[in-house]
Nanobody, 121 residues
Framework: EVQLVESGGNLVQAGGSLRLSCTAS????????IAWVRQAPGKEREDISC????????YYSDSIEARFTISTDNYKNIAYLQMNDLKPEDTAIYYC??????????????WGKGTLVTVSS
């Protein structure tokens, strides 16, 4: 059974940085596409970053304005989201999601339970 577990969420001041981690079991990043999806209070889930397997596609939403970087350590089976220059509007629950599809835009089959990021002004 595929399991994704996020960690690294915290309370941080505006302008600060955090690194989120997504540890995967029964899930090889060589064979899966992985994404970070966030849901802010009262808003719909938003795909903010994705990296397809074989690294053929790397996607970032306009809302993160090149402040975040997605990466994977395929040996350790961990995905990361480095978040810099955080803003109060980045406050959300951040989810790790995955799929066997190579596209970043066809939806996600596996989800973690999320980690909370709160950015204070």
């Amino acid at each position: 059974e595929v399991q994704l577990v996020e960690s690294g969420g915290n309370l941080v001041q505006a302008g600060g940085s955090l690194r989120l981690s997504c540890t995967a079991s029964e899930f090889l990043f060589d064979d899966y596409s992985i994404a970070w999806v966030r849901q802010a209070p009262g808003k719909e889930r938003e795909d903010i970053s994705c990296i397809s397997y074989l690294d053929t596609i790397t996607y970032y939403s306009d809302s993160i304005e090149a402040r975040f970087t997605i990466s994977t350590d395929n040996y350790k089976n961990i995905a990361y989201l480095q978040m810099n220059d955080l803003k109060p509007e980045d406050t959300a629950i951040y989810y790790c999601a995955g799929t066997t599809r190579s596209s970043c835009f066809d939806g996600w089959d596996f989800w973690g339970k999320g980690t909370l990021v709160t950015v204070s002004s």
